[in-house]
């Protein structure tokens, strides 16, 4: 079992929708989780991120926590085509600042 | 954008040769870390600093050493490139406070070792 898990993808939704991205990850002590967007050829790209159980949220970005059963998700409202990228979801397991990345779910806006 | 630049951005070196790519940051954070990047793979921590001359070891440590001798540089060396070495490298920062875990990524360094 990988530490942080991410379906592939690509996940397609139409202009305007939401898009759910989720991640799990398998070390209960895990403390803090990040989501970063990587455009095709760019650098990763931190776009949000959650310390505690619950959502967050920025502009069209929401993050949920669950802790209890080990899964971060990032919701994307009125998608864009702009939107189109890689999203990374990363955890730090402990205190030490080393993040651990799942291998991303690829997602495509269609206008 | 986080203060971060990496040199050089292209590289082509051959098989057996030394190479050193160079993070720089302007953002005086304390935490710097080099990953690689590879289809199949993902992103993968090789080493990072938390603080100068303060170094150690990730994931995919083999074949690669640093140093910081300047809080704003931190050096990656592949001792004796190989093909395998192929990638794209990355390098982040991160203030490393309490509550501030968060690292932000350099543009990468492509590499490629023929």
């Known amino acids: 079992q990988k530490e942080v898990e991410q379906n592939s993808g690509p996940l397609s939704v139409p202009e305007g929708a939401i898009a759910s991205l989720n991640c799990t990850y398998s070390?209960?002590?895990?403390?803090?989780f990040f989501w970063y967007r990587q455009y095709s050829g760019k650098s990763p790209e931190l776009i949000m991120s959650?310390?505690?159980?619950g959502d967050k949220e920025d502009g069209r970005f929401t993050a949920q926590l669950n802790k209890a059963s080990q899964y971060v998700s990032l919701l994307i409202r009125d998608s864009q085509p702009s939107d189109s990228a890689t999203y990374l979801c990363?955890?730090?397991?402990?205190?030490?600042?080393?993040?651990?990345f799942g291998g991303g779910t690829r997602l495509m806006v269609k206008p | 954008d986080a203060g971060i630049t990496q040199s050089p951005r292209h590289k082509v070196t051959e098989t057996g040769t030394p190479v050193t790519l160079r993070c720089h940051q302007t953002?005086?954070?304390?935490?710097m870390y080099w990953y690689r990047q590879d289809p199949g793979h993902g992103l993968r921590l090789i080493h990072y600093?938390?603080?100068?001359?303060?170094?150690d070891k990730g994931e995919v440590s083999d074949g690669y050493s640093v140093s910081r001798s300047k809080t704003e540089d931190f050096l990656l060396t592949l001792e004796s490139a190989t093909s395998s070495q192929t990638s794209v490298y990355f390098c982040?920062?991160?203030?490393?406070?309490?509550?501030?875990?968060?690292?932000?990524f350099g543009p990468g360094t492509r590499l490629t070792v023929t």
């Open positions: 982040a920062i991160s203030p490393g406070d309490r509550g501030s875990y968060e690292q932000y």
């Open positions: 070390d209960r002590g895990s403390q803090s």
């Open positions: 959650i310390y505690s159980n």
């Open positions: 990363a955890v730090i397991k402990y205190a030490g600042n080393m993040l651990t």
């Open positions: 953002e005086n954070h304390r935490y």
């Open positions: 600093s938390y603080g100068v001359k303060d170094t």
